[in-house]
């Protein structure tokens, strides 16, 4: 069983993100940076599946340099292969040219399934891993918020509006799994010391084939302004002493509300 | 001519959903209003949608779209995306809607724009407002490429209004083959969800982790009951499965716009206030003075959530006559 999870890594979720009213992109340099938590649950995903069935997981992200660390936090928790897109003709794509890039990756070697988050920590666009399977040809299964592998197929509980839908499909094919869906593992410190010494191969645009296909100029979305949100004013910021859940009743009758 | 604005209809729990009802207002203002809605409908559906301002439905009621996932769909709609060559077509950002939006984008290889708040037509091209990073920003975009826009919008973007209409209806074959039949559903299974539910409640009681433990939900639904409101819940608590996800609020939950939001134990994440920020009034309590969720509160109460909210039953309770 090959296992390739597409996962990002993502700067520091403690430190709200900044917008380059220049570039018009996400502010990243300069930031600490992380495996995103989508990424995570998804390695731990692909992990419980060789776990149970045997073969190896491949991780791919495209970003930048500073991306080194999220794939050794993945080799770390257990994956065996790890591969950054990385090139700044990379910089600027769009969820389409991400998209691109990634299926070319993944399809450089053969595969059974793909995994990937609903949506990133980050940008959230949440349409990159059916833009993938699209791209492949192969099956998309999303929102998973329980997989099974068994013999070929591959089976998910789909989160739905009213509860979840069981949804089913041959190999290969690809899922989406919702945060939540596992716990990821602490990497043991032994996978943390060899996470160091082992390889990570980088890929250019030229390597996949796609010069001029994927960053800024082959974009379909183009930001065309970067603003601020029109600002809702504060109210009142009382302390608790002793009275406060009466002046929230106060301030409930005074409005209507019981 | 005015442009014409599709939106890719849904339904859920047996009626077609508000959100499409939003969109389908929305577009009617700005252009022709047409449907493509695919699979079971309640009988009513193309009434419903010509109420709202549709003008055509693009209609097949193939059960092959009930039975399997994103690729009968994504067949139907890229061929008819091809003949028809609609300016603009509309998604909510619900399961299906970005399934298919994502889809049809790699399909059509034109790109998309997710998390749209508000768009406008611009001598032929599409300008969206998106609320980035959760609101932190508020951006316009646009897609260079040729032929439908597809825009994928959240939810509660638009206000729904009945406009009367009689809408056409025009008979979309559905695909066939094998191919399209790769991804199967295989069962639906309703998980109920106690009391009234959070999309269309007035009045919502939230809780986050500032509860500590599951438990702490319970005197949150004793305040809801007095309210007659609904409770929500933060992602945190919903991944530590103290709450089941229809309760979460936020970016990658729902979106609500009730008459008065309570948030007890929340700090206001980002990604939470992108939820629920479009509450007419917010009330917040948490212990920490610089918890983000008072910069947008009405009335923000420093204190225990153990101690204000159990004073606030009680209050409401002697409001009510219930306690003397
Ligand atoms: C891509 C992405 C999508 C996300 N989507 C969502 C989403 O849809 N919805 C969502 O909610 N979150 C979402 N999140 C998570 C979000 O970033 C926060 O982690 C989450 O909202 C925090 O939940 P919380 O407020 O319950 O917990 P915390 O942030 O831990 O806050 C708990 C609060 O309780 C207060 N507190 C502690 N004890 C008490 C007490 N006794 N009385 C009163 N107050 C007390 C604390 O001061 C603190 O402010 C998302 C995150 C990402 C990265
Ligand atoms: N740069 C990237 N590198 C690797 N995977 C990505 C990247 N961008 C998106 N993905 C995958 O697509 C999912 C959804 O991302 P998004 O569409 O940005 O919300 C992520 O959880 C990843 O699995």
């Known amino acids: 069983m090959h296992v390739i999870v597409c996962g990002k890594v993502i700067p520091d979720t403690t430190v709200p993100l900044q917008i380059d009213p220049k570039t018009k992109r996400v502010i990243r340099s300069g930031i600490g940076h992380e495996l995103d938590p989508a990424a995570a649950g998804a390695v731990e995903e692909a992990l419980r599946i060789t776990d149970a069935h045997g073969g190896e997981v491949t991780f791919i992200t495209m970003g930048i340099a500073d991306a080194t660390i999220g794939i050794r936090k993945a080799y770390a928790m257990g994956v065996a292969n790890g591969l950054h897109l990385l090139d700044d003709a990379f910089a600027g794509s769009d969820t389409l040219g991400t998209a691109k890039a990634l299926a070319a990756a993944i399809k450089r070697s053969p595969f059974d399934l793909v995994i990937c988050g609903t949506e990133s920590s980050d940008s959230y666009s949440g349409i990159v891993p059916v833009q993938i399977a699209i791209l492949l040809g192969i099956p998309a299964l999303t929102f998973a918020k329980a997989v099974s592998v068994e013999g070929n197929s591959v089976r998910i509980q789909r989160q739905s509006e009213t509860g979840y839908s069981v949804v089913t499909a041959e190999l290969p094919a690809l899922i989406s799994v919702t945060s939540g869906i596992n716990e990821p593992r602490f990497p043991p410190l032994k996978g943390v010391m060899a996470a160091r010494k082992m390889p990570i191969e980088t890929l250019s645009a030229s390597d996949l084939g796609l010069a001029g296909a994927v960053g800024e100029s082959a974009a379909r979305e183009r930001v065309l302004t970067v603003g601020a949100p029109p600002a809702r004013t504060a109210g009142e910021v009382i302390e608790d002493g002793g009275e406060g859940g009466r002046r929230i009743a106060v301030l409930l009758a005074a409005r209507g509300l019981i | ?324």
């Open chain 2, 1 to 324: 001519m005015p442009e014409r604005i599709w939106v890719y209809g849904e339904v859920s729990a047996g009626a077609i959903t508000t959100t499409t009802l939003e969109l389908v207002t929305k577009a009617a203002e700005v252009g022709t209003a047409e449907v493509l809605l695919l699979g079971s409908a309640p009988a009513d559906a193309i009434e419903t949608l010509g109420q709202y301002g549709a003008s055509k439905v693009f209609r097949s009621a193939d059960p092959i779209f009930d039975d399997y996932l994103i690729l009968p769909a994504l067949e139907a709609a890229a061929a008819l995306i091809g003949q028809q060559q609609p300016a603009v077509m509309l998604f909510a950002s619900t399961y299906a809607g970005r399934d298919l939006a994502a889809g049809l984008s790699a399909r059509l290889d034109c790109g998309a724009i997710t998390d749209v708040g508000d768009f406008a037509l611009r001598d032929g091209s599409v300008e969206a407002t998106i609320p980035a990073l959760g609101g932190a920003y508020q951006n316009t975009s646009t897609l260079v490429s040729e032929g439908t826009k597809l825009l994928v919008v959240r939810p509660k973007s638009f206000e729904p209004t009945a406009v009367g209409g009689h809408p056409e209806v025009e008979e979309v074959s559905a695909p066939g083959g094998a191919d399209v039949r790769r991804v199967q559903i295989a069962e639906r299974v309703d998980v109920p969800v106690e009391g009234p539910q959070i999309e269309k409640a007035l009045k919502i009681v939230a809780g986050g982790r500032g509860l500590k433990s599951a438990e702490g939900f319970a005197m949150l639904h004793e305040l809801a009951d007095l309210l007659g409101a609904a409770v929500g819940a933060t992602r945190a608590v919903v991944d530590a499965a103290w709450v089941p996800y229809s309760m979460q609020v936020g970016q990658t939950g729902k979106t609500v716009k009730p008459d008065v939001y309570i948030a007890c134990g929340i700090s206001g994440a980002i990604q939470h206030l992108a939820g629920m920020k479009g509450s007419k009034t917010i009330i917040a309590v948490n212990t920490d003075p610089e918890a983000p969720i008072f910069k947008i509160a009405d009335l923000g109460v420093i204190g225990d959530v153990y101690l204000v909210i159990p004073q606030l039953i009680q209050e409401i309770k002697q409001r009510k006559g219930l306690i003397s």
